[in-house]
């Protein structure tokens, strides 16, 4: 007889996607998991290999560029199959669809991946996928949509969860630098005249400018090192246009070397910042927005959005970023909603913090569902441990106050103490009203787990209330034998928090 254990059934593996971006400057293969309404992704690279330098005076795709692609295709082909990505797909971009010789290229490289499918994209096609990229983590989004490459820029008005207008222009910043001849006064007039002819820029107060692409992200890396921003996050990254104005002459009058000595400077993307800064201020003047906003996602996630289920695609990101950690993380998915209803009576319309917005309900909401993400963390760094992990969390649905508020309240429903130096990102990042908004709802949830221990049926037949100036802590029936000090002691502290006398009243 066999001494071997019985092997456990295998669980079935999410599906995977994978997507090649070929464009003028780079190449970047990423990989996705399952299809979920935020993208999961579990591979990721990239390498420059300038196909589109040299484009606009020869008509041709980089040589060197062409060789080095080729052999990058090889290696990122054997790692979609072996991950097991279906559908896998090439989209290919400005350079290869300007290129005399880009059907040619496009043909060397069938030959190397077979039954690959490799679409070359127009103009209104690139800008098509990444406004959905873009859109996919931001369906309020109301602005323009900036994608830069190497080769072209893609402009697209969005509003309403919808694509309005695109334009492509060939202002990518390789071949902007070609156009100029290495001239910046001359790429700044080129730039001024090729955005003249697109009319519906103009008139953009009150709305903002979404940027897009590497050369723009690299931009905003060296932004958050000048400034020492709090969060090295470039998703989700904003700024007032003039202090985005300010960032393009910092940038255009900056020596390399000096763009070289700033931490996490993109070494081969320096000789494009110019290019890019230029782009972007001429942008600013021509539209008028009050605001620039940064996003990783683009053509690959917008790609990916299109391979989802029009029912996945039309939830709310936030929510369903907060339920998939639930489900990940927390010990019961019964108890979130639960919570929610709990915490009602001190953020609705009567609550102590002078209403709810429906903005700061749907984060209210979020908190509740990630709310016991650090069951599992080790007891003596919960709290630090939880904060770290929202706060840095990938994902397209969060933004950067969003993430501070929503690591803030995690933090102090597992106890921290304000003053602790790991909360200062939430302490830069999020207005004195909020802060103390995310401090009250943590204290609140610390309170209900100490009476339900995570347990929805041990919640029930307890209620906060506000009564008569007081917070009333009432426990029904039974639930009267859950009091315990645990419980008196938070109650007191959330009390402590709104400044209003606690009161513990069993029926």
Sequence with gaps: MSNASPTAPSQPRAPRAAVVDLGSNSVRLVVFEGKARNPVTIFNEKAVVRLGRGLENTGLLNPDGVVQALALMRRFHAVALSLGADPFEVLATAAVRDASNGAAFVERLRGIMPGVPI????????????????????????????????????????QGGAKRRAQTLKLGVIRLGDRAGGD?????????????????????????????GGAFRALARLQIARTFYPLNIVHHYEMAADEAREMTGWITGS?????????????????????AAIVLRRLLRRMGPDRVRFCVDGVREGWFMRHVAPEVMAQDPLEAASRDMAEQLGRNTALPPALVAWTDALFGQAGVLGGETPAQRRLRVSACWMSDSGALD????????????????????FDHPTRAFLALTLAMRYETELDQPFLQPARRLLEIPAFRRAEVLGLSLRLAYSLCAGVPDLLAGTSLTLEGGRLVLRLAGERGTINGESVSRRLDRLAQAIGLPPEIATA
Excluded: N
């Design 119 to 158: 679409r070359i994209l127009s103009g209104e096609e690139e800008a098509d996928y990444a406004a959905t990229g873009v859109l996919c983590g931001l369906p309020e989004a109301d602005g323009t949509v900036a994608d830069i490459g190497g080769g072209s820029l893609e402009l697209v008005r969005v």
């Design 184 to 212: 910046l006064e001359r790429a700044r007039t080129l730039v001024e005249q090729d955005l003249l002819g697109v009319d519906w820029l103009r008139g953009q107060g009150g709305r903002t400018l979404y940027l897009v």
């Design 255 to 275: 020596s390399r070397r000096t763009l070289e000595r700033m931490p996490g400077a993109p070494r081969k993307r320096l000789e494009d910042l110019p290019y």
């Design 378 to 397: 080790h007891p003596e760094y919960r709290a630090e441990q939880t904060f770290l992990r929202v706060l840095r969390q990938p994902g397209v649905a």
